[in-house]
């Protein structure tokens, strides 16, 4: 017969070593994810991945083509979202803040933040690619845009709303008018937040498939002009890890490895930059 | 803050009150744009969807029958897909989402606590193709060779589990499409746990242990009752990314039309069937039969997601 102490502890214990199993369990998933990404990826990668084009089956290349379309789509995207987002933010911050309307949109933009990117395509699609006849580039940076803004709407925001009243009522007392402090006080104060929003954006857009299979497409081709259907680095792994190809598949590890570093990277700057923000 | 901005004070220089306008309209159109954005995905989701509304009726939501040869289209196949896959993949993630959560907030020394969180939450960000070629290419074969086939070969195929995890044993199916639901949303969902466990003050915690309470009861009493609405947003949020998670299913999932049999049969979801037919779909009526899952899931997630943010934004997270 146990005491109630003693019933009380090991249940106590029982508990502690379930979330440590947890978080094992949940750590070592990822962790062999990662070692995946790595032992497969890490030995394709060579000068050829960012020099050469997609190839045909059984012959060399690498992902020029998928690189600089991803590139050239996510630009579109970002230079978008970016403008929307921080005005969007902006209002949110200093204008709608205590209004309903403001409620709303906010609301609406976490909801955003959420919703399936695959719909983003399909709306895309609707809105430009059927009606021009065409899958390019362009519809493809543009349904990026609408993945990106909701996360740089958020983020502005919240910078925004970290900058200490006073810098607002210093403007404000010297005859400043209100957007004349916000612009050239407050997103000056706030441009290394300003930046993280940015990079928030970007690492979330830089991995998306989905929008993309049916607005830009995708091209076996080197293509800079976005007017055209254009390859991109995720429609490309899908593409290739599909195939039958063995070749195809080693190029789809080595794609997978560089956008996950990247998105890795642009995640962590984007930390650090945050942390020091909020740090002032 | 005061309510001066419009007006200009004397001396400013020229195009001043203009400015001021031109800039607050500029903001408060990039805010509307935002809604008016949600709202164009929903009109022309269902724009672009009914034809085969129209076509089909409610027999669109019954029907098991894809067929893009006869141009037959039912929605029941991918509906079940998706409700199964991401019910499921919850009930796996929940529970090591709060486990982490717990350990975290309660039980990790601070310094790791702070880097373990940091990595859960960079790993969310991982995209989901690299977690679909993951399941594809290492844990759908594991799976077919270490679960299905000892199953295949020990359970009587008649009997109630035997019919439950059946199947033709390649590893692409539901429950693995799960599988990989759950460790894509489980760091999502132990990241917004941490949080949340976050708020609450540590004098009521603290009130708790000063009583003599075990970490365990503080939790159970405390913790949890304190940021219960909070946990249910987090769950519907956690499904609501697993109800529209196209990718790594797509991979993994085995793209099977109809309505799945077992646990372990290929079967589609919304967004994989979308994904893998709307850019070779030839006839407009498939088309818009894929736009109209489209509108169909929409909604179904703009609900969950809506109601996770309700909650959430109470809880302050």
Known sequence: ?280 | MARTDTASPQGAPPGHATGEIVFRFACAAAATFLLAALAGVIISLFIGGLPAFREFGFGFLTSTTWNPVTEVYGAAGPIAGTLITAFLSLLIALPLALGVAVFLVEFCPARISGSIAIAVELLAGIPSIVYGMWGLFVLAPWFAAHVQMPIAMHVDPDTFLGKLLGGTPNGANIFTASLILAIMILPYMAAVFRELFLTVPPQVREAAYGLGCTPFEVIRAVVIPYVRRGMIGVVMLGLGRALGETMAVTFIIGNAHGFPHSLFDSGSTIASTVANEFAEATSDMHTSALIALGFLLFVITFVVLAFARLLLREAKV
């Not at chain 1, 976490?110 to 065409?134: K, Q, T």
Request: glycine share 10%.
């Open chain 1, 1 to 280: 017969m146990m005491t109630r102490a003693a019933r009380r502890r090991a249940q106590n214990g029982i508990f502690v070593v379930l979330c440590g199993i947890a978080t094992v369990i949940a750590l070592s998933a990822l962790v062999m994810i990662l070692w995946t990404l790595l032992s497969k990826g890490l030995g394709g990668v060579d000068t050829m991945i960012f020099t050469r084009d997609q190839p045909a089956p059984g012959s060399p290349g690498g992902l020029r083509n998928a690189i600089v379309g991803s590139l050239i789509m996510c630009s579109i995207g970002m230079a978008i979202a970016l403008v929307i987002g921080i005005l969007a933010g902006t209002w949110l911050a200093e204008y709608g803040a205590g209004t309903k309307y403001g409620q709303v949109v906010r609301f609406l933009n976490d909801v955003l933040i959420s919703a399936p990117s695959i719909l983003i395509g399909l709306f895309v699609y609707e809105m430009l690619v059927a009606p021009f006849h065409g899958f390019s580039g362009y519809a493809g940076g543009v349904a990026l845009a609408f993945l990106a803004t909701p996360i740089v709407v958020r983020t502005t925001e919240d910078i925004l709303s970290l900058q200490p009243g006073a810098l607002r009522e210093a403007g404000m007392a010297l005859g400043a008018s209100r957007a004349f402090v916000i612009r050239k006080i407050i997103w000056k104060a706030a441009r290394t937040g300003l930046l993280t929003a940015g990079l928030l954006g970007f690492a979330r857009i830089s991995g998306e498939t989905a929008p993309l299979l049916f607005t830009s497409l995708g091209s076996q081709f080197y293509n800079a002009d976005p007017s055209q259907p254009m390859a991109s680095l995720p429609t490309t792994i899908f593409q290739f890890a599909l195939s039958a190809y063995d070749d195809w598949q080693r190029l789809a590890w080595v794609g997978a490895l560089l956008i996950a570093v990247a998105v890795l990277f642009i995640n962590i700057v984007g930390r650090v930059l945050a942390r020091e923000t909020h740090r002032k």
